[in-house]
């Protein structure tokens, strides 16, 4: 069977999009930024980069996006959340009130490892990643507290989850983007490809 | 296993700040009013930069109270500015953990010769240059980010203009060039050789490249934007203006949609008096904040 084409939406609004839009189209799937609804309408599934949570919730807000980015996972349209990604895809932000998509069943705590100065790479085990390990960049990162037992964990550091996965939904504490390891993409990819599959054979 | 403050961190978080706003603040208010806004990071000082041209005296490091009471109130990354060359000031700012130091030429230069190495350090920095030599050097001296000087606090655009278009073509002219005629224009430019050739590979600079100086209104960023700036500094821009809360705003529309003219129309209405500016010729050239930095 031939491979399903998809196409991949980087969330354009604010933050590292050109290197997610790189580890896609490396990673072997078609790319595209959004910064529009028109735009969202066109995708498969979608990565909310990199960048500043408290930014792009706002501009989600302001521009008529939360709505339709929300409704994704419903339409077996996977999301796929990286840091501020991984923030806005949290029900629950610890101490915050911040604008947030909001659909995974997991509490995250926002610059959980300190502040800058604190930031940090390291080897990282993944579930479902065969040796070598993923190496993680970590920067002003956040993690997961606590996660209703459907969320899947697939990788921690000290105990706490950094990389987990709810049905449509994949989020990283760590950015996958800022190395030239494409397999944490092709992860998400495969999720886009087979919820594709799952749409057109109803 | 874990390595901490990886040269991959500190640029890393200077690609997170792209397509954002860096806002100039001098109090907890302020800051407050910034990030509703939606801005990506806020810069702590004591006065704005139209303020220190218009009192004068010598411009230091910002107070330690002022800085922890900013970092205290907002959740994006909060920087600061040591004085260029300045080495003690920015061993300060890194142990109140602030998330970025500006080595700027906004304060007064603590050294007529030497920038700071900043490799040395923990925290990342960024600084400001005019040109594609003044950047290299920068970045081969540790800098995470680069910003084009402008002309901070004259709420004019035309230096930030000139230094972002001299960047970029003296980048485009060298990635068209031959290999055998890169280290000539290293000695030209007064570039590390190593950093001329990754821009030969490349065609960019091997960190972010942000704008700064004179940005005053919503269509001077989306300009900036236009000329390859990846994220946009609103110094005085902002609380010098009539609504800092609603231009602030605007700042933020305009650099995310600065492609979008319809857009960039709709956000730039009825946002009252952008802050007041001053022609080029006005100021004396011993007074122009960009030429210091060597």
Redesign the interface.
């Known amino acids: 069977m031939s491979e399903t084409a998809v196409v991949i939406g980087v969330l354009?609004?604010?933050?590292?999009?050109?290197?997610h839009l790189a580890a896609v189209r490396a990673a072997g799937a078609e790319a595209v930024p959004v910064?529009t609804r028109e735009e969202l309408a066109q995708v498969d599934g979608l990565i909310i980069p990199?960048?500043?949570s408290?930014?792009v919730g706002?501009?989600l807000d302001?521009f008529g996006l939360m709505e339709p980015v929300r409704a994704f996972p419903a339409e077996d349209k996977p999301i796929f959340g990286t840091?501020?990604g991984m923030i806005l895809l949290a029900k629950e932000i610890e101490g915050?009130v911040q604008p947030r998509i909001g659909v995974m069943d997991v509490t995250v705590r926002?610059?959980a490892f300190g502040?800058?100065?604190?930031?940090?790479?390291?080897?990282l085990p993944v579930e479902g990643i065969p040796d070598p390990p993923v190496r993680a960049?970590?920067?002003?990162a956040p993690y997961i507290v606590s996660a209703d037992p459907r969320v899947e964990v697939l990788a921690t550091v000290h105990g706490h989850p950094v990389l987990v996965r709810e049905g449509h939904l994949l989020a990283a504490a760590f950015?996958p983007e800022?190395t030239d390891d494409t397999r944490v993409h092709l992860l998400f990819i495969e999720m886009v490809r087979e919820a594709k599959r799952g749409r057109t054979a109803e | 296993?874990?390595?901490?403050?990886?040269w991959?961190?500190k640029v890393?978080?200077a690609?997170?700040?792209?397509?954002?706003v860096i806002m100039d603040v001098t109090n907890a208010e302020q800051a407050k009013i910034a990030?509703e806004?939606?801005?990506?990071?806020v810069m702590a000082l004591e006065r704005v930069p139209a303020d220190i041209r218009a009192q004068g005296g010598v411009a230091r490091m910002s107070d330690p109270e002022m800085i922890k009471a900013i970092m205290a109130t907002v959740?994006?990354?909060v920087m600061a500015k040591a004085r260029i060359g300045h080495f003690a000031e920015a061993q300060i700012l890194?142990a109140l953990?602030?998330?970025?130091v500006d080595e700027s030429e906004v304060l007064t230069p603590a050294d007529d010769r030497y920038h700071i190495d900043k490799h040395a350090f923990?925290?990342?920095f960024v600084c400001g240059c005019r040109d594609l030599g003044e950047a290299l050097r920068r970045i081969g001296e540790g800098a995470a980010m680069i910003r084009t000087k402008g002309e901070a606090g004259s709420g004019n655009i035309v230096e930030a203009v000139r230094h972002m278009r001299t960047v970029m073509s003296d980048m485009r002219r060298i990635q068209a060039m031959r290999e055998d005629e890169l280290m000539m224009v290293a000695k030209e430019l007064g570039a590390p050789y190593d950093l001329v050739q990754y821009v030969h590979e490349h065609g960019k600079l091997p960190v972010p490249n942000f704008s700064a100086g004179g940005v005053a209104i919503p269509a001077d960023a989306a300009l900036m934007m236009q000329l390859g700036a990846e994220a946009v500094f609103v110094g005085s821009g902002i609380f010098k203006s009539a609504d800092p809360a609603r231009r602030a705003k605007a700042m933020?529309?305009a650099?995310?949609?600065f492609d979008?003219p319809e857009m960039l129309a709709e956000i730039s209405t009825g946002l009252g008096e952008p802050m007041r500016g001053l022609e080029m010729n006005t100021i004396p050239e011993d007074q122009r904040l960009a030429s210091r930095g060597w």
């Open positions: 354009a609004l604010q933050g590292d999009v050109r290197e910064k990199g960048g500043e408290t930014t706002k501009l302001r840091c501020t915050s926002r610059n502040r800058q100065v604190d930031s940090f790479e390291q080897d960049v970590f920067i002003r950015h800022l | 296993m874990a390595e901490r403050s990886t991959r961190n890393g978080l690609e997170m700040l792209r397509g954002g990030e806004a939606g801005a990506v990071a959740t994006i990354p890194e953990g602030v998330d970025f923990k925290v990342p933020v529309d650099t995310t949609y979008r």
